[in-house]
């Protein structure tokens, strides 16, 4: 029997309508776009109408993979959503939420929560269970609402993020060629306190105690540590399957920080060809930044059958992934 390998059969992707521009941002807290432009390289964020959770814009985004794999929703045997701002506090999953709105009953659902890595949990995930024959096609989705916990009086962190979704359909192939063909997942649980939504069971929502559910980050500290982990790690993701970095059609990092971006691009050496980048018209779309990259792409016509991509991710854990996939969905137009 030949071997199954797991394959990223199709990409999608919705982004609200809302924009939340720089300026804009100016008129609600101390800051200018000449500041956000120069630390992050963000002009402009969307965000989810009032009426949208996180679910909604992974709908729209699954459909639209599932559409492009030339799949009905029956075809999909598992569901994988990765949220840093869920419908709800930890029950239901925003997997299951999702799986309900597609239709999709009776398959297993769940929430990969590694937070702006979750994408790339999602698609280790995803790998395994196809190569291991447990699911023949996957749905993995990336989908943030996290304007809902955001703090629109904290200039370091608001000016960051933005809502989106991205998804794709995993699913098996005999063809290398169009094949995942590494993942690389990793945490370190010590440094949680550089990045985190509080209300949990650590802090517990209590009568009396103001609820103040929002994204807290040491920047700077994140800064650094985001840098060194990715630079090692996309390196050893390459050296361990005996890849050079001008082999990589695509990079494509969580849009987090330009400056995180270029620092690892220089790291590996990069050309500027190779590295997508969306952070200046949609922020850092925590889990959704990949695919919403990745679909971009698909969608410009610059993403072929076999293209070799390399994925990076970094976020609250503090959690961080690579990958190393060939895309085996027919190109975008
Ligand atoms: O997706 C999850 C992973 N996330 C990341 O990896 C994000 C990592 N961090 C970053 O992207 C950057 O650290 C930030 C963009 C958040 C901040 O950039 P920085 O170069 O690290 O700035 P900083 O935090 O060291 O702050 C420099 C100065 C401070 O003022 P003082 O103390 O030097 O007077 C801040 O108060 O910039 C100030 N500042 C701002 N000024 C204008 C912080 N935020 C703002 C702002 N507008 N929005």
């Given at each position: 029997m030949s071997k199954i390998y797991a394959s990223m059969l199709s990409i999608g992707a919705y982004s609200p309508e809302r924009r939340l521009t720089n300026v804009d941002l100016e008129k609600m807290v101390d800051t200018s776009d000449e500041w956000i432009v120069k630390r992050t390289g963000i002009k402009e964020r969307r965000i989810a109408a009032d009426d949208q959770a996180a679910s909604d814009l992974g709908v729209l985004a699954a459909r639209q993979a599932i559409e492009r794999a030339n799949l009905?929703?029956?075809?999909?045997?598992l569901i994988i959503a990765a949220t840093l701002?869920?419908?709800?506090l930890f029950m239901p999953s925003t997997a299951a939420v999702i799986a309900g709105k597609l239709g999709a009953i009776n398959i297993p659902a769940f929430d990969a929560l590694a937070a702006c890595s979750g994408f790339i949990y999602a698609l280790a995930t995803a790998k395994a269970y196809i190569e291991s024959g447990m699911a023949s096609n996957v749905l993995i989705a990336g989908a943030e609402a996290s304007s809902r916990f955001m703090d629109y009086s904290d200039r370091s962190v608001c000016v960051l993020f933005g809502d989106g979704a991205g998804a794709a359909v995993i699913g098996a192939t005999d063809d290398p060629s169009a094949a995942i063909i590494d993942t690389k997942i990793a945490s370190d649980g010590t440094q949680w306190d550089n990045l985190y939504i509080d209300g949990?069971?650590?802090?517990p929502i209590r009568e009396g105690k103001p609820y103040r559910p929002f994204i807290r980050m040491k920047g700077n500290e994140t800064f650094k540590l985001a840098v060194r982990a990715l630079s090692s790690d996309v390196a050893e993701i390459l050296a361990r399957n005996n890849?050079?970095?001008?082999?990589?059609k695509h990079f494509i990092p969580?849009?987090?920080?330009l400056r995180i971006i270029k620092a690892v691009s220089e790291t590996l050496g990069l050309?500027?060809?190779q590295v997508v980048l969306t952070i200046e018209r949609y922020g850092n779309t925590g889990a959704a930044s990949i695919p919403m990259a990745i679909n971009d792409l698909y969608e410009s016509g610059k993403l072929n059958k076999g293209d070799l991509m390399l994925l990076d991710a970094f976020g609250g854990g503090l959690a961080w992934g690579s990958a190393l996939a060939r895309f085996g969905g027919d190109a975008g137009r």
């Amino acid at each position: 029997m030949s071997k199954i390998y797991a394959s990223m059969l199709s990409i999608g992707a919705y982004s609200p309508e809302r924009r939340l521009t720089n300026v804009d941002l100016e008129k609600m807290v101390d800051t200018s776009d000449e500041w956000i432009v120069k630390r992050t390289g963000i002009k402009e964020r969307r965000i989810a109408a009032d009426d949208q959770a996180a679910s909604d814009l992974g709908v729209l985004a699954a459909r639209q993979a599932i559409e492009r794999a030339n799949l009905a929703i029956g075809d999909i045997d598992l569901i994988i959503a990765a949220t840093l701002s869920g419908d709800f506090l930890f029950m239901p999953s925003t997997a299951a939420v999702i799986a309900g709105k597609l239709g999709a009953i009776n398959i297993p659902a769940f929430d990969a929560l590694a937070a702006c890595s979750g994408f790339i949990y999602a698609l280790a995930t995803a790998k395994a269970y196809i190569e291991s024959g447990m699911a023949s096609n996957v749905l993995i989705a990336g989908a943030e609402a996290s304007s809902r916990f955001m703090d629109y009086s904290d200039r370091s962190v608001c000016v960051l993020f933005g809502d989106g979704a991205g998804a794709a359909v995993i699913g098996a192939t005999d063809d290398p060629s169009a094949a995942i063909i590494d993942t690389k997942i990793a945490s370190d649980g010590t440094q949680w306190d550089n990045l985190y939504i509080d209300g949990g069971g650590k802090n517990p929502i209590r009568e009396g105690k103001p609820y103040r559910p929002f994204i807290r980050m040491k920047g700077n500290e994140t800064f650094k540590l985001a840098v060194r982990a990715l630079s090692s790690d996309v390196a050893e993701i390459l050296a361990r399957n005996n890849l050079k970095a001008s082999q990589i059609k695509h990079f494509i990092p969580h849009q987090a920080n330009l400056r995180i971006i270029k620092a690892v691009s220089e790291t590996l050496g990069l050309s500027e060809e190779q590295v997508v980048l969306t952070i200046e018209r949609y922020g850092n779309t925590g889990a959704a930044s990949i695919p919403m990259a990745i679909n971009d792409l698909y969608e410009s016509g610059k993403l072929n059958k076999g293209d070799l991509m390399l994925l990076d991710a970094f976020g609250g854990g503090l959690a961080w992934g690579s990958a190393l996939a060939r895309f085996g969905g027919d190109a975008g137009r």
